[in-house]
């Protein structure tokens, strides 16, 4: 079989599973198990494949048929303009995080604590923006940590990673900014089954009953690592951000706000520290 008809078995593999765009992941597939570009696999379409290739191609089509995310299989996602290393470890970053990036890049800082980092999508995005700024992060997960510092190498940004469950490893030190994309989708939520979800890691989506576990956790603790003025902002579902307001004034913050992703969803609040 040649290169543009294995395109075309791959697309219509896809489309049977129900993939939303099976001839742009048909390519993305055969593109990473032969190091072409898209526009050399466009030049050379008439060139034969070998059988151990075509046989790998298949079985990648298969995993992807299943559900598994195309981000996994090719170990890469792009987020701010950034190409990040992802695995099962860590989540997938997702488009509405970038209203967190957004939201912290409009305040002034020299310090910056990302809370369960993940990939290290939000903090690498930060530091590429701020330069100047210390930046700090942390994971429990092992994995995602070493995913995470292998991000920041292959991007020449530098980052002080940390092994720890939320504040856990910063007894004593504070910021100026910590922000987080934590937890908080209810604990048995219908969404869990769709999509993407079914392959990511669970204890870095579900957070109790209400979603909030996490999120009560962040802002109960927050406080005494924040600098005068400094700010605590979080990502959290779309239809949280009433409670997320009501916890972050309860615990002693002020000029509590929430912004919109591009969806148009309340998707990150924020809170002073005085």
Not at 53 to 78: M, S
């Amino acid at each position: 079989m040649n290169i543009a008809g294995a395109l075309l078995f791959g697309r219509n593999e896809l489309l049977k599973a129900g993939v939303e765009s099976p001839a742009l992941e048909s390519r993305l597939l055969l593109s990473y198990l032969t190091g072409l570009s898209h526009s050399a696999l466009i030049i050379h379409d008439d060139e034969l494949l070998d059988e151990a290739l075509l046989q790998r191609f298949k079985e990648l089509l298969k995993k992807r048929a299943t559900g598994y995310p195309v981000e996994y299989i090719l170990e890469q996602k792009e987020f701010w303009g950034l190409k990040l290393k992802v695995t099962p470890d860590t989540l997938i970053p997702r488009a509405d995080t970038e209203t967190l990036v957004e939201q912290a890049l409009n305040t002034d800082f020299s310090s910056v604590l990302d809370l369960g980092t993940g990939s290290g999508a939000v903090i690498l995005a930060i530091k590429k923006e701020r330069p100047k700024a210390q930046c700090f992060a942390c994971d429990l997960n092992e994995g995602a940590l070493e995913v995470a510092k292998f991000n920041a190498a292959n991007l020449g940004l530098l980052v002080e990673f940390s092994k720890s469950s939320w504040f856990e490893a910063y007894k004593g030190r504070s910021f100026d900014l910590i922000v987080s994309n934590p937890p908080y989708i209810e604990d048995g939520d219908e969404h869990l089954k769709h999509s993407s979800l079914p392959f990511e890691p669970l204890c870095a989506l579900t957070s109790g009953k209400d979603g909030l576990d996490d999120i009560r956790i962040i802002i109960k603790g927050a406080r005494e690592h924040l600098n005068k003025h400094g700010i605590l902002m979080l990502e959290h579902g779309y239809n949280q951000a009433f409670e997320v307001r009501k916890l972050l004034s309860e615990n002693g913050f002020v000029n509590v706000g929430t912004v919109r992703d591009l969806g148009g969803n309340e998707r990150v609040s924020f809170g002073t520290c005085f």
